[in-house]
């Protein structure tokens, strides 16, 4: 496979549950803001625009949270930014993809709104998270599961893990409200999941645990980089008779053994540093992933991301 086919592949993955993860983050804790008197709007809005790797401007509000992370095209880490970068990657693997998947990504980009009502919000949201599934529904079903399927799912594997680590630094986001963690299960689509699971309501250690360490849930940290590491292995399946050669596998194998024999409770003492090093990991997996196969090309990191 070519290099730039493989590279937009894997950034079209990216991009789709960047777009996924972010409308599901804004939708939660926007409407948090809405519904919670206690929260400090100003204080909200920054944060989230921190863990979101936004800089803030002087007097932060819910619009500008909207304006930065759902609609401003400019914005690397905004819904519109993604969406529509998810597009030119497809326009670039015109040949390997789909038709279906191309007019999919073609249409929801273009109808992609510049700006979104106060009313509507949640609405956008909604609408942003059907066409991300519709994609990957496409992508899942209508492909068979070779190179391209395999760039793909690694790129949406590294993204997913990314942004599930980004959803659990936002707990300090909701500190002041009792429902802290079951905005952040909302947050990650896993509520209903994590009571199928623990059968009662959420606590910081079951919660962080189900989040982090569950091998059956697609948004678990775990299982995402799980299933990243296999697409690695399928690309590269020649194992060495000592040790690792790729340096992805490298990375993304060590976070797997610490996510596995860590306790949770060790984890919860310093969940922001944690979390900070499952980012720094992604993305250093991002970047031996862009020099073994699309050395070419620079790695398309968000605003935010760690070196």
């Known amino acids: 496979m ?37 929260v400090d709007e100003d204080t909200a809005c ?48 015109r040949e390997i993809i789909s038709a279906e998947l191309w007019e999919c990504l073609n249409t929801t980009a273009a109808r992609t709104p510049h700006q979104v009502t106060s009313d509507k919000v949640h609405g956008f949201f909604s609408w942003v998270r059907e066409r991300t599934a519709l994609a990957v529904g496409l992508m899942e079903s209508g492909a068979s599961q070779d190179e391209a399927w395999h760039f793909f799912t ?7 893990a990314d942004m599930t680590a980004r959803l659990l630094a ?11 963690w079951t905005t952040i299960l909302r947050s990650c689509g896993a509520y209903e999941a994590y009571l199928r699971t623990y059968r ?10 189900f989040l982090l360490h569950d091998r059956l849930f697609p948004r678990s940290i775990l299982y995402s980089i ?23 596998v490298r990375m993304l194998g060590k976070v797997r053994s610490e996510l596995e024999f860590r306790p949770v409770a060790d984890v919860l003492v310093d969940l922001p540093a944690a979390m900070a090093g499952i980012q720094d990991a992604t993305s250093a997996a991002t970047e031996a992933v862009a020099l073994r196969y699309f050395p070419e090309n620079v790695a398309l990191n968000w605003m935010g991301d760690r070196a």
């Not at 399928?234 to 194992?239: D, G, H, N, Y």
């Open 226 to 248: 799980t299933r990243g590491l296999e697409s690695l292995r399928e690309l590269e399946p020649r194992l060495q008779r000592a040790g690792v050669s790729d340096d992805a």
């Open 200 to 209: 009662g309501m959420p606590s910081a250690r079951n919660a962080a645990e």
């Open 46 to 93: 920054r944060s989230l625009l921190g863990v979101m790797g936004s800089p803030a401007p002087a007097h932060c509000a819910r619009e500008d949270v909207l304006r930065v992370l759902a609609v401003d095209r400019s914005a690397p880490g905004s819904i519109a930014y993604s969406l529509g970068a998810a597009r030119e990657n497809a326009r670039r693997a």
């Open 170 to 180: 936002t707990r300090a986001l909701t500190e002041a409200s009792g429902a802290s």
């Open 2 to 38: 070519l290099s730039r086919i493989a590279s937009s592949l894997f950034w079209i993955g990216r991009y789709l549950e960047r777009s996924d993860g972010t409308a599901r983050i804004l939708d939660v804790h926007l409407q948090l803001l809405l519904e919670d008197p206690w």
């Open 154 to 160: 690694l790129g949406r594997s590294l993204e997913r």
